[in-house]
């Protein structure tokens, strides 16, 4: 079913670097959220802190009913095994095959018999379309596959929530396609809550139920895919629009002259808001939402030529 995670004014400094401030939001259950970000602005330190890596100095993170930044250890510990996390390379083992690899937190945490642990594997493996490749070694395989193996992984535990970070981060578009559509597929399976560290334009504008932008030690914005993408907020626009015209410089923020410079430029229309990703099996996710749905509740005329399925993203059968 999947649990909300409930961001109370969460802040986490290292040292006198201020990393994010005030972050206030709200991760429903069961839906997937995106969360954006220029490079440095702190996603992976938000994706470490709600699972209790980091300690954040101020603010609550409230799952099930207990503030993870604040509880005790034994707490913790326990509301951890709600978690499943697809780090950044798979983070397999390199020495073991991908059948032990993936058992791992089986045989850690668990008591089951090898018996129960071969069968949750290979169902696992079977989710991820890796049947047939539990003989390999980590490095034998692709990029693609290591991170199909990694979230056989991340799911052998049955998580409420799912944490990913970047998994697109080193795949060719056809790679990326694939993996966006197995994400969406597994929430449809599982109904767990989804949440996707990405620098993948393409990824952020099909794939969530709702979009966040860590922008300049802020969240800059968190809500409804379709809000964001018919917002003309200057930050938001620019990034989700992968725009040079705009706040968000090379590598910081551009400063005054800069944006002087750029005052008279007319910014590009913004382009039409795809249609969502829809599971291989036709039939919506629990918590999709009709295409236009938001815009029409909150009297917004989306860009001319949205939802058409000519615009639905480049996912694969599209
Ligand atoms: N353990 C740590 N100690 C000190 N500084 C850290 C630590 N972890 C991260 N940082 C700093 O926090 C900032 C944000 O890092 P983070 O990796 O979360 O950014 P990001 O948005 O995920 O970046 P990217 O998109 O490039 O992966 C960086 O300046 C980084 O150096």
Request: with cysteine.
């Amino acid at each position: 079913m999947g649990v909300e995670i409930v961001v109370n004014d969460l802040s986490k400094s290292f040292g006198k670097q201020l990393i994010w401030g005030d972050v206030t939001l709200t991760i429903p259950a069961g839906e997937i959220c995106v969360m954006l970000g220029p490079s440095g602005t702190g996603k992976s330190v938000f994706l470490k802190t709600l699972i209790g890596l980091l300690k954040p100095d101020k603010g609550s993170i409230i799952i099930e009913g207990t503030d993870i930044a604040s509880c005790s250890e034994r707490e913790l510990y326990e509301i951890r095994k709600l978690f499943g996390v697809l780090f950044q390379d798979g983070a397999m083992f390199g020495s073991m095959n991908l059948y032990d690899n993936v058992a791992f937190p089986l045989r850690e945490h668990t008591r089951k018999s090898e018996s129960e642990i071969r069968s949750i594997v290979m169902e696992k493996m079977d989710l991820v379309g890796l049947l047939g490749a539990e003989d390999k070694l980590p490095g034998e395989i692709s990029g693609g596959m290591r991170k199909r193996a990694g979230l056989a992984r991340a799911l052998v535990l049955d998580p409420e929530i799912v944490l990913f970070d970047e998994p697109d981060s080193g795949l060719d578009p056809v790679r990326t396609a694939f993996l966006n559509q197995l994400i969406v597929d597994l929430n449809a399976q599982i109904d767990a809550t989804f949440l996707i560290v990405t620098h993948d334009i393409n990824t952020a504008r099909t794939v969530p139920d709702n979009i966040g932008l860590l922008y300049h030690k802020h969240l800059a914005m968190f809500g409804p895919r379709e809000q964001l993408l018919s917002s003309e907020e200057p930050v938001v626009r620019q990034f989700l629009n992968a725009q040079k015209v705009g706040p968000i410089g090379m590598s910081e923020e551009k400063d005054a002259d800069e944006l002087a410079a750029e005052a008279d430029q007319e910014l590009p229309a913004l382009p039409p808001i795809p249609l969502q990703l829809d599971p291989s099996n036709g039939i919506p996710r629990r918590s999709q939402r009709p295409a236009g749905e938001w815009c029409r509740e909150h009297g917004v005329t989306p860009p001319p030529g949205s939802f058409e399925t000519a615009n639905a993203g480049l996912a694969p059968g599209a």
